[in-house]
């Protein structure tokens, strides 16, 4: 993945409560155990996203966290800016040298500079709402594959 496993752990609890917003507090145990991130961990990924504004957090006994707006509202850049934080002012050269820009290019600086972009404008309008449509579907789909092996591996009666 092109982000950390802090972003990925992050894209995944959130997902995690889109994918549950119906069903109120969620604990911080359960989207551990989903997704299967430590939880220790993944308890200072939800502190950071709720400071963030993209999570609420509920503490006591009937405590929980949950989503802090509708799952159509929040971007995935968004969450990976809450754990990255915020894109640097000025372009990082992806290969780490230490002048790169329009000016003065690295060897991938044009090659980069159009998936990079396509990456941000991609992260930037795909919603939390539909990357959880989305696995919704990709689920149905992986549950009809063992079912489909089964038909094609029984032989076809004479």
């Known amino acids: 993945m092109l982000y950390s496993k802090s972003a990925e752990y992050a894209i ?9 917003e119906d069903k ?5 145990s359960s989207v551990a155990e989903a997704y299967n ?8 990924l939800v502190q950071i996203l709720t400071r963030s504004h993209l999570i609420k ?11 802090a707006r509708h799952a159509g509202e929040i ?6 800016n809450a754990i ?8 990082r050269c992806v290969i780490g040298l230490d002048i790169c820009s329009d000016d003065v290019v690295c060897p ?7 998936i990079r972009d396509l990456v ?3 992260l930037s309008s795909q919603t939390l709402e539909e990357l959880a449509e989305g696995m919704h579907q990709k689920r149905q789909e992986l549950a009809k594959l063992p079912k489909e092996r089964e038909l094609q591996e029984t032989p076809a009666s004479s």
């Open 12 to 20: 995944q609890a959130m997902l995690y409560l889109a994918e549950n």
């Open 108 to 114: 991938l600086h044009n090659q980069w500079q159009h």
């Open 24 to 28: 109120g507090l969620v604990m911080v």
């Open 84 to 91: 990255e934080g915020p894109p640097p002012e000025e372009e």
């Open 75 to 80: 971007t995935i850049l968004q969450i990976v």
């Open 37 to 44: 991130i430590p939880r220790h961990f993944l308890a200072k």
């Open 57 to 67: 957090s509920y503490r006591g006994r009937n405590g929980g966290i949950k989503l």
């Open 120 to 122: 941000r404008d991609t």
